[in-house]
């Protein structure tokens, strides 16, 4: 558990994460309580995209997937797993650590019905579906291109949809960070939770997907900046 800890968790990956988190509390000011699942769960649904790209790559960068690529599936499978559940498990912690920096550096009012209590659930329920879709659709990308830069790419451009006024042209069950239109009069935003549902299930069945993508024989290296994927 400790090498898969520090596969996962490399101290350069651990440093631009919180500067990322720090960086959007700084620069989105909120003024009540009710305004910080919105920009929350939107950019760590991006971070994890990006975050957890590289959970099997590294043994390209790192020259070691000759060797992985050896290994019994049921190894790599279970070495895989642990790496991405290190991974989410980190990235929840830095939601929430992110979450008590809005509390703690704007000191927003509290006007909502609902409890303070009952936002930061819903705040932390609603990023973690966003989080296991994003990493695993990062994380498809890039195994199945074996390719870091498809899947940092494809995770950008899909957050981007994501984000945009285009998704409001979907079923609502197709948008990701859709809250309900039934608000209360204070202007409580509750997540709509089919749509996280929807969206972390499909999280799951793409991870359950690399289970067969880590069996393919690597490509061959190439030579120069090329073979990294750059």
């Not at 994003?134 to 494809?154: D, E, K, R």
Request: with cysteine; glycine share 6%; net charge positive.
């Amino acid at each position: 558990m400790k090498y898969e800890i520090k596969i996962t968790l490399p101290v350069y990956k651990i440093v631009y994460s919180f500067l990322f988190a720090t960086i959007i509390v700084l620069v989105r000011p909120i003024q009540s309580t009710t305004e910080i699942i919105v920009t929350l769960e939107t950019y760590m649904a991006l971070l994890s995209g990006i975050f957890l790209a590289d959970t099997y790559y590294q043994e390209f960068t790192g020259g070691r997937i000759a060797c992985y690529y050896r290994y019994g599936i049921r190894k790599k499978i279970a070495s895989v797993m642990k790496r991405n559940v290190i991974a989410i498990s980190y990235l929840l912690v830095l939601t929430t650590l992110t979450y008590w920096g809005f509390i703690l550096w704007y000191h927003p009012i509290h006007i909502s019905a609902a409890s303070e209590l009952r936002l930061y659930g819903n705040a932390i329920t609603a990023s973690l579906a966003s989080i296991i879709f994003m990493s695993s659709f990062g994380f498809t990308l890039t195994n199945l291109a074996q390719n870091m830069g498809a899947g940092i790419s494809g995770t950008l451009i899909l957050w981007m949809i994501m984000t945009s006024s285009v998704i409001k042209y979907l079923p609502k069950c197709f948008q990701l960070f859709l809250f309900n239109s039934a608000v209360t009069k204070d202007g409580t935003l509750i997540p709509y939770y089919p749509s996280r549902g929807l969206y972390a299930a499909v999280g799951i069945v793409l991870f359950g997907i690399n289970v067969f993508l880590i069996q393919r024989q690597p490509k061959q290296k190439k030579k120069g900046w090329k073979k990294h994927g750059n």
